[in-house]
């Protein structure tokens, strides 16, 4: 690993790891009260049991009430790490069914454009690469017309976010993301 954490070949770099043992770095929520909304969650460490590996389970209630509609979080990266010649983000999840998306961030602040790419989420364990071409950027749920990322990127922050029309339960839970 350099000074920007790139890997030196293309193995995977692991950005987060519910472990063991777990990577030092911690989700926090972000949701839609930032705008009047309702809906609540939280992210919970899970100690696997042989069948299930160790996870964090995000976890909440969306509300459409007050315009609500969202559930987000976040975690900062304790360095920079640059994409180089990853080509991929690879992670290993389950959820429930409803739609998520992975969102990564090339700045530091809270408000900035983040790329993000749709997750299915089925009931099982899975664990799926996916190509850094499929991210879109975005600010505040709006398209943006920013160029892609590139191997001269440093990654800062990862994030994940569901957003639904209906209000009701919803959970994914993560195992690990890396660049491949």
Excluded at 74 to 90: E, H, T
Excluded at 152 to 165: E, H, I, K, N, S
């Amino acid at each position: 690993m350099n000074e920007l954490n790139e890997p030196e070949n293309s193995a995977e770099c692991v950005l987060w790891s519910a472990g063991p043992p777990p990577t030092t770095p911690t989700w926090a929520g972000l949701h839609d009260q930032v705008m009047g909304g309702r809906s609540q969650g939280g992210a919970q460490p899970q100690t696997g049991d042989g069948i299930e590996p160790d996870h964090v389970l995000f976890s909440g209630q969306i509300s459409t009430d007050n315009g609500g509609g969202f559930a987000s979080y976040r975690m900062r990266l304790p360095a920079p790490v640059a994409i180089g010649s990853a080509r991929a983000v690879v992670l290993t999840w389950r959820g429930d069914g409803g739609p998520f998306k992975l969102c990564l961030h090339r700045q530091n602040d809270w408000d900035g454009v983040q790329w993000q790419a749709d997750l299915s989420t089925p009931g099982h364990w899975i664990t799926r690469e996916l190509p850094l071409s499929a991210f879109v950027a975005r600010r505040r749920g709006r398209e943006l017309r920013e160029r892609p990322l590139s191997p001269d990127d440093a990654l800062f922050q990862l994030g994940l976010m569901t957003t639904r029309p209906d209000p009701g339960p919803f959970w994914l839970a993560l195992a690990r993301i890396g660049l491949r």
